[in-house]
């Protein structure tokens, strides 16, 4: 009887083949060089010490802000920018201080808001001099949405805010002289704060003081345990000493630590640098600014921001711990001056220049395996010119794409307003016209149809040409990662996890399709930190994407980020075309269409037109 024959088994491809092109014992070996950034990481740690608590002991007076804020919110609960709640809100804040002796100034200007077109707003500050012009700012904004009362958000700031003037304010004896704040205190009422913090972005702008520091509440009344929200509009990060400060006087009068961001979202802030808080416009500027805060990342709902949702204990603590604050401040602001970088990891900061470092390390061995790559190339004789081209018709209609989403921008199709993040809540937020829309869907459309006469398979590629397609894609995302690390080094984080990844599709090109898709999904994982940020953090949910589209439109997300992103969408374009077999090298003359993609598409319409005619003379 004969005998089964077991299968044979397959071999593995061997190093350096078509197959196996990557020298994964390079690449290990190159891991080696991030042992010194790690061991850099480790010895910039530190724990940055408090300013210590002043003299007096706090006078905010709880129950009566409480009142205020009843009160504001009541009589004003559409306090709209541009509106005549608005008016009678600033004439309120004036009332308020009249007593302690506080002349109020003001700053009017205009500008386009979303949802409410070319307003005017106000900004109102009073003042309380001190020994010295420089000035400590404590402000909060006295607008809301209009949807609700807003009453922690933000009559409660406002009441605060009147409250911390009266406990500052002189009353010119003696006695008050002598216990003159070091600091001149200003107490600031922005506008347009419910509308991405235009009051802030205005006086961050335009301020007649010099400003060393500030202070905001936001929301300091609700039922949330209280946060402390750092993120500026720029990869920078307020003074350490500042943030700890603030962070043990609410300890000193909650009874808990305040929160903050974890590891991870601190990173993707200074990758993607946003905020709803009005912190933002003064860190980005270098002037160390906090948010104290009960609200999440994005403020509260409109609709529950009502007075009996107000919490007096709460509203107490954190007026007194923000008192507290600004009287360590007064006496050791010069321990707390200028902006940084760093990550908090516990009650210990990580140096933002080492984490950059070690981003950089990481950069190595990728850029070590590709130039290898680039070498098996040249070493085979693989062509790699046609690739590049390729890859640069690629590049083109994502930049076409990219000048006409600018184009339709100047046209006024899309949301408008100034460059800050606008309210989610806002119903104009994230209200995309469905016909320009359906316009840049056409206009895109057309320009693959003019770039895909280069970019499709017209024969048979082999081996050699795909390998060639990937390593120009490789090279094209290495030069992205420069222009990254050239621009914003934290950004590298939403790119490093597709480098590394898509560094293996030339291994797993003659896998099984699951491995592949799996090795690509992957490296999505980078962007999708972004989008995901967006949509759990900041509670938008599907609404992220358009949001960030958003964002664009309104030039918050700069020119350069937007056109890194684009390149780096090409590149992954060509390893998405390798990966699925429809890839195809940029043509040479031979091989091209006797007519050029603009003639083709021309003859295409003409005959399709006269088709269409004959059919109707038939029929």
């Not at 009541?74 to 920018?81: C, E, L, N, Q």
């Not at 010295?132 to 009362?149: E, F, K, W, Y």
């Not at 130039?371 to 046609?386: E, N, S, W």
């Amino acid at each position: 009887m004969a005998m089964a024959r077991t299968p044979a088994r397959r071999r593995r491809a061997r190093r350096g083949s078509l197959e196996r092109p990557i020298n994964a014992r390079l690449y290990r070996a190159s891991l080696l060089v991030l042992l010194l950034p790690l061991l850099i990481v480790a010895f910039s740690i530190t724990r940055p010490a408090a300013l210590p608590a002043p003299l007096l002991p706090p006078n905010f007076d709880g129950a009566a802000t409480a009142e205020l804020a009843t009160e504001f919110a009541t009589h004003f609960p559409d306090r709209a920018p541009g509106g005549p709640g608005s008016l009678g809100a600033g004439q309120w804040f004036r009332e308020q201080l009249a007593p302690y002796g506080l002349p109020v100034t003001s700053d009017t200007w205009e500008a386009h808001v979303p949802g409410l077109g070319r307003v005017r707003l106000r900004n109102l500050w009073a003042v309380a001099g001190g020994q010295s012009s420089d000035a400590i700012v404590v402000l909060a904004h006295r607008d809301d949405t209009g949807a609700g009362p807003g009453a922690n958000d933000d009559a409660s700031g406002t009441a605060a805010l009147v409250e911390l003037a009266r406990g500052f304010s002189q009353a010119g004896t003696p006695a008050a002289q002598r216990v003159r704040s070091a600091h001149t205190i200003v107490f600031l009422s922005t506008d347009g704060g419910s509308f991405g913090g235009l009051g802030a972005l205005r006086f961050a702008e335009h301020s007649p003081f010099h400003v060393v520091a500030t202070v905001n509440l936001d929301a300091i009344a609700g039922r949330g345990p209280p946060r402390i929200v750092i993120t500026g509009d720029t990869p920078r990060s307020p003074a350490a000493a500042l943030v700890e400060t603030a962070a043990k006087r609410v300890l000193e009068q909650t009874g808990s630590a305040p929160r903050r961001a974890g590891f991870l979202p601190q990173l993707i802030d200074l990758g993607f640098p946003f905020t709803l808080y009005e912190q933002g416009p003064f860190v980005a500027r270098g002037i160390p600014a906090i948010t104290l805060t009960t609200a999440g990342e994005r403020p509260p709902a409109a609709f529950t921001d009502r007075a009996s949702s107000l919490d007096t204990a709460k509203l107490t603590a954190l007026g007194r711990a923000a008192q507290e604050l600004v009287g360590s401040l007064d006496q050791g602001l010069e321990l707390a001056q200028g902006t940084t970088t760093y990550v908090w990891a516990g009650d210990r900061i990580v140096r933002g220049w080492a984490i950059e470092l070690l981003f950089f390390g990481l950069l190595i061995p990728y850029m070590v395996a590709v130039v290898d790559l680039f070498a098996h190339c040249r070493r085979r004789g693989i062509a790699l010119l046609p690739a590049v081209r390729s890859l640069r018709s690629r590049l083109g209609f994502w930049l076409y794409i990219g000048v006409a989403f600018a184009a339709f921008r100047l046209l006024g199709a899309w949301p408008s307003g100034a460059p800050r993040p606008p309210n989610p809540a806002v119903a104009s937020s994230g209200d995309w016209p469905a016909l320009p829309l359906l316009s840049l869907g056409v206009v895109s459309l057309a320009g693959w149809i003019v770039a895909r006469h280069r970019l499709v398979p017209r024969r048979p590629v082999g081996p050699d040409e795909r390998l060639a397609g990937e390593t120009a894609a490789l090279l094209g995302l290495g030069v992205v990662a420069l222009l990254v690390l050239a621009t914003n080094p934290f950004a590298l984080i939403f790119f490093l996890p597709a480098m590394h990844a898509w560094l293996w599709l030339p291994q797993v090109r003659s896998g099984k399709p699951p491995a592949r898709a799996l090795v690509f999904l992957i490296g999505l994982a980078g962007p999708l930190l972004v989008v995901g940020s967006l949509a759990l953090r900041f509670g938008l949910g599907f609404d992220a994407p358009w949001y960030l589209l958003e964002l664009v439109a309104v030039g918050y997300v700069h020119l350069p980020a937007v056109a890194i992103t684009l390149c780096g969408t090409a590149c992954a374009a060509q390893l998405v075309a390798v990966a699925a077999g429809r890839y195809a090298p940029y043509p040479p003359a031979g091989e091209r269409p006797e007519r050029g993609p603009l003639r083709a598409l021309v003859r295409f319409t003409v005959l399709a037109l006269r088709a269409r005619r004959v059919r109707s003379a038939s029929s």
